[in-house]
């Protein structure tokens, strides 16, 4: 039993996310007759860079959130380290014309309504790094 409602949960899913996606293209509704399979699996495309985090001028941690009934259920993010850069040149100090801020990437994540099957689909958006930008400075 426990897996049939899985089965029917993994459907509607597959048919929220097709909805959201067909109707940014303004096309009709998208038939729901496929399963879709969750993988925990994380593919790493980033090859050699490793640690980019922390070798970076404008390093960040990463943080994570967990919602149970959220799809994907944890999401990382950057946090900036510093508000300013780091100097590429060992014994210099930060650069103070320079800082530091997030870059932002929108992620598609649903939620669950109710405690059921139903689920609600919405574009959060999340830190994936931090880089380096020239400071603001007010012009008269």
Request: proline fraction near 4%.
């Amino acid at each position: 039993m426990e897996l049939l409602r899985l089965g029917v949960c993994t459907l509607l899913v597959f048919c929220s996310a097709s909805w959201v996606v067909s109707s940014s293209r303004a096309v009709a509704s998208p038939r729901c007759d496929a399963m879709l399979d969750l993988s925990s699996n994380v593919s790493s495309l980033s090859g050699g860079n490793g640690n980019i985090h922390s070798r970076s001028l404008s390093p960040w941690r990463w943080t994570s959130t967990t919602v149970k009934d959220r799809i994907p259920s944890t999401i990382w993010e950057a946090e900036c380290i510093s508000s300013f850069c780091s100097s590429p040149n060992p014994g210099q100090t930060n650069r103070q014309d320079l800082t530091s801020v997030p870059i932002h990437q929108n992620i598609l994540v649903l939620n669950r309504q109710d405690k059921g099957c139903h689920y609600t689909a919405s574009y959060r958006s999340v830190a994936v790094g931090c880089t380096c930008v020239w400071t603001k400075t007010i012009q008269n």
